[in-house]
């Protein structure tokens, strides 16, 4: 799901919108600075970082690299990976939301604080690491920031690449797609990025809720039969899809789908 504090024209797509006037940390600032942990019991937030930390935990999905692509300005979907994967390699389509992360990634003292995140974390693994620690060995993990378009057949827009052990994306296809086609084109595209026998981590919202300002766009809906047969026909199995209904801005029907690349 995406927000901003400005409206886009009738002549935009929300997609063209997003790349020429979305603030991220004006986004950050209105979304994630009040989180209360546990004590937010409707929130994305915890819907992400949950799902992502009892995944990670079970060892499922093991090895060394991780992809998130869609990464945005925030460092939820990588949380929680950074404990099992010393070699993490995040990515946008927008320069701004890539700045945003790397200036949290370099120390700056003026990048967004993500300490409640950290704590939280901390609780869900058993206060085995402190938050301060947690914070250390996401720096150390993340190895680069870099460019991502889901929409291209090699979504790093590079001539080649190594597959991952497991590629992650949150809320991102939502945003990119314009029609079912194109979406299912994506989840092919970020598919061919796993490795025989790694790992698909896929969250969205079935609703295909983008807000911006107080409107709701959503050209088209998903469900849980067309995101399975489109795994399917990218190769996936051992497919598991969770779904979790939930009131934002909008009710959202969340999911948190993971597969394995054949």
């Known amino acids: 799901m995406a927000d901003s504090n400005s409206k886009a024209t009738e002549e935009q797509s929300v997609a063209e919108y997003y790349t020429q006037e979305f603030k991220p ?3 950050l600032d209105k979304h994630f ?13 915890l819907f992400i970082m949950d799902h992502l930390h009892q995944t990670f935990g079970s060892g499922i999905f093991q090895g060394k690299r991780l992809l998130d692509i869609g990464t945005g300005p925030s460092v939820l979907s990588v949380l929680s990976a950074s404990k099992y994967f010393p070699d993490i390699t995040c990515s946008d ?43 250390a060995r996401l720096r150390k993990a993340i190895k680069s920031v870099v460019h991502c378009d889901v929409k ?21 296809l939502e945003l ?20 025989p026998g790694g790992g698909l981590v896929l969250l969205g919202d079935f609703k295909n809720n983008i807000i ?27 497919i598991e899809i969770k779904q979790v209904s939930m009131v934002d801005e909008w009710p959202c029907e969340f999911f948190y789908a993971t597969a394995r690349k054949i």
């Open 25 to 27: 940390r004006e986004y």
């Open 33 to 45: 600075s009040a989180f209360k942990g546990e004590d937010d019991k409707e929130c994305v937030q």
């Open 93 to 135: 389509y927008l320069p701004v939301c890539r700045e945003e992360l790397q200036k949290w990634v370099d120390g700056d003292p003026e990048a967004f604080d993500w300490g409640a995140y950290f704590r939280y974390i901390s609780k869900l693994e058993g206060n085995s690491s402190s938050p301060d620690e947690i914070a």
């Open 152 to 172: 291209q057949s090699n979504p790093l827009c590079t001539e080649s690449v190594d597959p991952f052990d497991v590629v992650v994306s949150s809320f991102c």
């Open 176 to 195: 990119a797609c314009d029609s079912p086609d194109q979406y299912r084109a994506g989840v092919g595209n970020m598919a061919s990025l796993v490795k």
């Open 212 to 238: 911006v300002e107080t409107e709701k766009f959503a050209d088209f809906e998903l469900n849980e039969a067309f995101l399975r047969d489109a795994l399917v026909s990218h190769g996936c199995t051992d």
